[in-house]
Structure formats: C-alpha cells, structure tokens
C-alpha cells in the first residue's frame, strides 16, 4: 500500500500562485510514477500533470501547460505541483496519484492509477 497525503492548498487571488505538495508513504516511493487531477464542483475528475519515476519526463493537461509544473524528491518521498497565473476556472479539490507505471501523452487523461490522496481544496478568487 502506499499512502498519499497532500497540502498547500488555499485561496488564492487570481494571477497568484500556489504550491501543492504530496507526501508518500509505505512503498519505495521511485518506484511510482505520479500524476496531479483535479475536481471542481458538478464536474468530473480531470487529469492535470504527470510525472515519471525519475521525474525526467511530464506531461501536462492543455489547460494548465506553462502555467503548472511537476516535480519531485525521491529523497524526500514527495511530489510538487506549483501552480502560477492562477485562474477562478482552477478551483477544484487537487489529488495526487500513483501508479507502477508511467502514462504518455494523451494516455495519461485516461490513465488509472491505484493509489490517490484524499485531496487539498484550491480556490482561486476573481
């Protein structure tokens, strides 16, 4: 099993910034790639950024490309999502996954992970 926790979620004013972060436990957290999805109210889960085992490959929803960026430290067992130039249409609760493999390209918006988080709240104000 491999236990996911995140935070840095907030409110935030739009063109701000955040930054999420996940914390693993449980399993060697290398040998997981990891994604970021998110959901808004009346809406369905989204897939946001993914990131290899390594973390030497991303991917990015369009939505948030050049805005977001992934990262992670497998020293430290924790994967980043910082998120600039927030808009109001970001709003969503944020989870972070993981999976034994890495998705690519537009295989990561259907992509199945095993383990998620329980999610952090980000609202960003008009």
């Known amino acids: 099993q491999v236990q996911l926790v995140e935070s840095g979620g907030g409110l935030v004013q739009a063109g701000g910034s955040l930054r999420l972060s996940c914390a693993a436990s449980g399993r060697t957290f290398s040998n997981y790639a990891m994604g970021w999805f998110r959901q808004a109210p009346g809406k369905e889960r989204e897939f946001v950024a993914a990131?290899?085992?390594?973390?030497?490959?991303?991917y990015y929803a369009d939505s948030v490309k050049v805005r977001f960026t992934i990262s992670r430290d497998n020293a430290k067992n924790t994967v980043y999502l910082q998120m600039n130039s927030l808009k109001p249409e970001d709003t969503a609760v944020y989870y972070c996954a993981a999976d034994t493999y890495y998705c690519s390209g537009y295989g990561c918006y259907g992509h199945e992970y095993d383990y998620w988080g329980q999610g952090t709240q980000v609202t960003v104000s008009s």
């Open positions: 990131i290899s085992k390594s973390g030497h490959s991303t």
